[in-house]
């Protein structure tokens, strides 16, 4: 590996965040979740996540930037990242399958007006797109924040957050880009 990749990504991930912020469509849809974020926690509401991998831990991240503090100290928001806890998760796909993980704790948790953010480079996970369908079925408003062309995510969500890239680290990269502006505009909206 030679010094000359390690330009090459920060090349990379600065010419993919420019064409994001190029894209008149993508970042009016980034504001329009900013603001109905605001508006669910406004109206003492929720958010969850939800993730695989690298994915996963950038849902839990995000999640924990809500409910501790981003910039500043303030009350605490209802967050949470559907992953946290080892033991359903490891029962549920043990005694269901692994692509129930993710739905039967939204059923669980989720309620009309709550929000599900599902987050996936491929747009192909089973388990995030089972946890999605049943946030809609729910009344709830789903967001996926994705890359690539969106895969079989594209499309089932109210807001479809496609990074348009192929090169999943970089993806990550945006979505976590994505994701603290959020947890900013919230924290600078409510308090």
Not at 85 to 109: G, K
Request: hydrophobic letters at 40%; aromatic letters at 8%; proline letters at 2%.
């Amino acid at each position: 590996m030679s010094k000359n990749c390690l330009f090459q990504n920060l090349q990379d991930s600065i010419a993919l965040k420019n064409k994001v912020f190029e894209d008149k469509e993508l970042t009016s849809q980034i504001i329009s979740v900013g603001e109905m974020l605001v508006d669910t926690f406004q109206k003492n509401k929720k958010v969850l996540w939800c993730g695989n991998g690298g994915s996963a831990a950038d849902a839990q991240h995000l999640s924990a930037e809500l409910s501790g503090r981003y910039y500043f100290d303030r009350p605490p928001l209802f967050s949470e990242a559907l992953h946290v806890n080892t033991s359903y998760l490891t029962a549920v796909a043990n005694d269901y399958s692994y692509d129930e993980i993710y739905r039967r704790l939204t059923i669980a948790m989720g309620n009309e007006g709550d929000v599900l953010i599902g987050m996936s480079t491929s747009g192909n996970s089973q388990n995030i797109i089972n946890a999605l369908q049943a946030a809609k079925e729910k009344g709830m408003q789903t967001v996926a924040l994705i890359g690539k062309d969106g895969g079989k995510m594209k499309g089932i969500s109210d807001f479809d957050i496609i990074v348009p890239s192929e090169n999943t680290p970089r993806i990550q990269e945006v979505h976590m880009l994505i994701g603290h502006s959020w947890c900013e505009y919230i924290e600078a909206s409510l308090f």
